[in-house]
T-cell receptor, first 114, second 110 residues
Framework: NAGVTQTPKFQVLKTGQSMTLQCAQDMNHEYMSWYRQDPGMGLRLIHYSVGAGITDQGEVPNGYNVSRSTTEDFPLRLLSAAPSQTSVYFC?????????????FGQGTRLTVV | GIQVEQSPPDLILQEGANSTLRCNFSDSVNNLQWFHQNPWGQLINLFYIPSGTKQNGRLSATTVATERYSLLYISSSQTTDSGVYFCAVDRTGTASKLTFGTGTRLQVTL
C-alpha cells in the first residue's frame, strides 16, 4: 500500500493563477481531510469529507474548493492564488474500526505564491 | 473550538537524555494522536491514545482524559528523534477534524 499520496510535492504559482492539489489514498478509508501548515504553527483544517459526495468546511476554507467523487480521491482547488496561500498542504485519510480511529498523512505539497 | 497547548515549545537534549512533552486540551475528546514531523517535513504517527498508557520502544505516552492532558516520554534520545512533535485531538470520533497544538521542537545533539 502506498498510503496517502499527494502531488505535486512542490509548486510555484503566480498571484491569480488556479491549480489543483491532488490527493489519493489506497487504504479504503472513509474520511479524508486537507490541512495547511504555516511556519511555526500546527496544522489547520481547510476542508474535510466524511464520504464520497460529502464535504464540509474546516477552520480556514476561504479561497479553496474541494469535491469527493470517489472514496480514493480528494482534490483541493485553489481558485485564484494569493500570497497568503503560500504554505505546506497536507492531505490525510482516516478510518473508524472497533472504536479505534486514526489519521494518516501524505508527504505534503509545498506551495509558493509569488 | 477546542484549544490544544503543548509545552515546552523548544527543547535541546544531549544524546542519551530523557524528556517529557506535555499536551493540554480544553475539552473532552474522542481521539488524541501524537505525531513526529521529521526534518524533511513528513508526519509520522507515533500513538493513538485517547486514554491510558502505551509504549513503543523508547517512546511511551499517557493520556489522562479526565484531567485533559497527555504526556509523551522519550527515553535515551537519539539524534534521529530531532524534529517537531505534535499533539492533535478530535471530537468527532472519525479523526477527520483534528485540532493540532503548535508543537514541541526537539533538537538532540551529540
Amino acid at each position: 500500500n502506498a498510503g496517502v499520496t499527494q502531488t505535486p510535492k512542490f509548486q510555484v504559482l503566480k498571484t491569480g493563477q488556479s491549480m489543483t492539489l491532488q490527493c489519493a489514498q489506497d487504504m479504503n478509508h472513509e474520511y479524508m481531510s486537507w490541512y495547511r501548515q504555516d511556519p511555526g504553527m500546527g496544522l489547520r483544517l481547510i476542508h474535510y469529507s466524511v464520504g464520497a459526495g460529502i464535504t464540509d468546511q474546516g477552520e480556514v476554507p476561504n479561497g479553496y474548493n474541494v469535491s469527493r467523487s470517489t472514496t480514493e480521491d480528494f482534490p483541493l482547488r485553489l481558485l485564484s492564488a494569493a500570497p497568503s496561500q503560500t504554505s505546506v498542504y497536507f492531505c490525510a485519510s482516516s478510518y473508524v474500526a472497533g472504536g479505534h480511529t486514526e489519521a494518516f498523512f501524505g508527504q505534503g505539497t509545498r506551495l509558493t505564491v509569488v | 473550538g477546542i484549544q490544544v497547548e503543548q509545552s515546552p515549545p523548544d527543547l535541546i537534549l544531549q544524546e542519551g537524555a530523557n524528556s517529557t512533552l506535555r499536551c493540554n486540551f480544553s475539552d473532552s475528546v474522542n481521539n488524541l494522536q501524537w505525531f513526529h514531523q521529521n526534518p524533511w517535513g513528513q508526519l509520522i504517527n507515533l500513538f493513538y491514545i485517547p486514554s491510558g498508557t502505551k509504549q513503543n520502544g523508547r517512546l511511551s505516552a499517557t493520556t489522562v482524559a479526565t484531567e485533559r492532558y497527555s504526556l509523551l516520554y522519550i527515553s535515551s534520545s537519539q539524534t534521529t528523534d530531532s524534529g517537531v512533535y505534535f499533539c492533535a485531538v478530535d471530537r468527532t470520533g472519525t479523526a477527520s477534524k483534528l485540532t493540532f497544538g503548535t508543537g514541541t521542537r526537539l533538537q538532540v545533539t551529540l
